[in-house]
């Protein structure tokens, strides 16, 4: 059965969670509960061992016409080949029948991918490869044997004419004249055999690109097929297919795999059953992937990537909560320490550092405010938003390149402490070294990627481990995107997410890391003494 009662005597929430920003209504933690006690208790099934690798699940509170409450529940994707388990809301469109459209045209694109393996591994292929490696390596030696020949014959004759002997002059040219003829013979007859070969190697490349080009296209054809047949509802009964939800979107087409998260599904058949959605709620079951952080049991906002354009469509009609990221707040902006040439500032947690997408106030409009006679960029360096702590900004140009060359050469050091939500095992000093890549379907998450990651090195000094709780101090000696918050979280790091850090850990009241010191070692270039800035945490 679709449909799970709920009997939980809760008040039915006003309006409907920010899919992207939430904490889990009590509703949903307990149709959660429920679920994940089914999980659990199918881990010796091939159901259950294959969501122990990994998969999304995700919960929809649901109120029927006539008032009963329940909910509906979803993974993302398939499970063992299948997206139309029991008690699972279906796909919203099932591609997936052995002798459908898809299926069949996916077998076509697949046996095309065969025959590129068969071709590219072929013995013939091979051994022409071969053949043509031989003799390149055969002509190579036959032209530096006689090259060898010609400087020997030379040595003889310049000697010759040297010596005062009688020679004849003419035998000598022609000898000359003929190894160099005899040279090109070599260079041509083996161009020849190269060419014969390399004509035998093309064919069998022009054959493999042209079925690659057919591959892509088909594949294209079939994406585009499977997107146009997508149809998703909102709650004013519109329907729009996946093209045209991206059109308007950067990229102008769907990722692969949109339409397949839970929220999509969970919502489609809402609206298909006349269902009016409540609350919704998406956790993670079984191990993390090895790229990204995904803890067991955590809940998680929709990804950007795929999910935010098709859900902006289908919560058209439902009255959603405001995500308060994109609301306008006036925090205070403290100043530290104020000079000729720079500003350096206490940000609060929750501010941007810079201007955003949203309407919120930043720092360096604040600043921008207060020094209307600055010029340049300003803002040297930038701290997330949810981080607190020390900021310089530049008030004229030359500071702002000057700032810019020390922070570039490591000449600015940062301290930062924070505090981890649990208590970390290892050593009391370490350093982590994990490359981190943008997750390009969740910005603006970051991925451990040890293949194409900018590398990101992090020193640390656990201070005390307490209470189920770790305060460290971090120092960063490079400056990527959330290092410090990823190599906290990660197992290949300290395994311990900082406090509230919604992206890879839990929500807190604010996010438990701040910028405590900044020092300056100046170089000759600019008179500037060394400096230092303490700003101490508030917790």
């Given amino acids: 059965m679709v449909f799970h009662r709920l009997t939980d005597s809760t008040e039915h929430p006003l309006r409907f969670n920010n899919p992207f920003y939430y904490q889990p209504h009590p509703l949903c933690l307990t149709a959660a509960g429920q679920l994940m006690a089914r999980l659990a208790a199918t881990a010796s099934t091939p159901f259950g061992q294959e969501i122990a690798a990994g998969k999304m699940f995700g919960v929809l509170i649901v109120a029927l016409e006539n008032g009963e409450m329940g909910y509906l529940q979803a993974y993302s994707g398939q499970i063992c080949g299948r997206s139309d388990w029991d008690d699972y809301v279906p796909a919203v469109f099932d591609y997936l029948q052995p002798d459908g459209y898809f299926k069949t045209h996916e077998q076509q694109i697949s046996d095309i991918n065969d025959e590129i393996v068969q071709l590219e591994s072929s013995t013939s292929y091979r051994q022409r490869q071969q053949d043509l490696a031989s003799i390149r390596a055969e002509g190579q030696m036959a032209i530096t044997a006689q090259r060898c020949l010609m400087e020997q014959s030379k040595r003889r004759r310049d000697a010759l004419r040297k010596s005062g002997q009688n020679f004849d002059e003419t035998a000598l040219i022609r000898e000359s004249q003929f190894q160099k003829a005899e040279l090109r013979r070599i260079k041509q007859h083996f161009a020849q055999k190269e060419?014969?070969?390399?004509?035998?190697?093309?064919?069998?490349?022009?054959?493999?690109?042209?079925?690659?080009?057919?591959?892509?296209?088909?594949?294209?054809?079939?994406?585009?097929?499977?997107?146009?047949?997508?149809?998703?509802?909102?709650?004013?009964?519109?329907?729009?297919?996946?093209?045209?939800i991206f059109a308007p979107t950067a990229a102008g087409i769907p990722p692969s795999g949109s339409g397949e998260c839970c929220e999509p599904r969970l919502l489609q058949y809402a609206y298909q059953h006349r269902m009016r959605p409540l609350q919704m709620a998406m956790f993670w079951w079984g191990a993390s992937p090895k790229q990204e952080l995904r803890r067991h049991g955590r809940f998680y906002p929709a990804c950007n990537g795929k999910c935010k354009p098709i859900l902006e469509w289908m919560l058209q009609g439902l009255d959603v909560e405001t995500n308060p990221l994109d609301a306008d707040t006036h925090d205070e902006l403290r100043t530290i320490d104020e000079g000729e040439h720079y500003v350096v500032v206490d940000k609060?947690?929750?501010?941007?550092?810079?201007?955003?997408?949203?309407?919120?106030?930043?720092?360096?409009?604040?600043?921008?405010?207060?020094?209307?006679?600055?010029?340049?960029?300003?803002?040297?360096?930038?701290?997330?938003?949810?981080?607190?702590?020390?900021?310089?900004?530049?008030?004229?140009?030359?500071?702002?390149?000057?700032?810019?060359?020390?922070?570039?050469?490591?000449?600015?050091?940062?301290?930062?402490?924070?505090?981890?939500?649990?208590?970390?095992?290892?050593?009391?000093?370490?350093?982590?070294?994990?490359?981190?890549?943008?997750?390009?379907?969740?910005?603006?998450?970051?991925?451990?990627?040890r293949e194409h990651g900018r590398w990101a090195v992090t020193?640390?000094?656990?201070?005390?481990?307490?209470?189920?709780?770790?305060?460290?101090?971090?120092?960063?000696?490079?400056?990527?995107?959330?290092?410090?918050?990823?190599?906290?979280?990660?197992?290949?790091?300290?395994?311990?997410?900082?406090?509230?850090?919604?992206?890879?850990?839990?929500?807190?009241?604010?996010?438990?890391?701040?910028?405590?010191?900044?020092?300056?070692?100046?170089?000759?270039?600019?008179?500037?003494?060394?400096?230092?800035?303490?700003?101490?945490?508030?917790?």
């Fill in 195 to 244: 060419q014969h070969i390399c004509d035998e190697i093309g064919d069998f490349e022009n054959r493999i690109q042209t079925l690659k080009t057919q591959r892509h296209q088909m594949s294209d054809t079939l994406q585009t097929w499977l997107f146009s047949h997508f149809s998703l509802l909102n709650a004013h009964g519109e329907t729009r297919d996946l093209l045209d």
């Fill in 348 to 449: 609060p947690a929750g501010m941007l550092s810079v201007p955003g997408k949203s309407k919120r106030e930043s720092a360096a409009s604040i600043l921008r405010a207060r020094y209307p006679e600055a010029d340049g960029p300003m803002m040297v360096h930038r701290l997330d938003m949810a981080t607190s702590g020390l900021l310089i900004a530049a008030l004229d140009m030359p500071t702002y390149v000057y700032l810019q060359r020390l922070f570039a050469t490591h000449r600015i050091q940062k301290r930062y402490v924070a505090l981890l939500d649990g208590e970390a095992e290892g050593p009391t000093d370490g350093t982590i070294e994990l490359p981190l890549a943008p997750d390009i379907m969740d910005r603006p998450r970051q991925k451990v990627d």
């Fill in 459 to 539: 020193r640390y000094h656990i201070i005390e481990r307490k209470d189920g709780k770790t305060r460290i101090a971090l120092f960063p000696e490079t400056g990527r995107t959330h290092q410090l918050r990823v190599h906290c979280a990660h197992p290949d790091g300290l395994n311990c997410p900082i406090m509230g850090d919604e992206l890879y850990g839990k929500r807190a009241d604010r996010m438990y890391l701040h910028a405590e010191e900044i020092k300056i070692a100046p170089d000759e270039a600019y008179p500037w003494d060394a400096m230092k800035w303490v700003c101490e945490a508030d917790f």
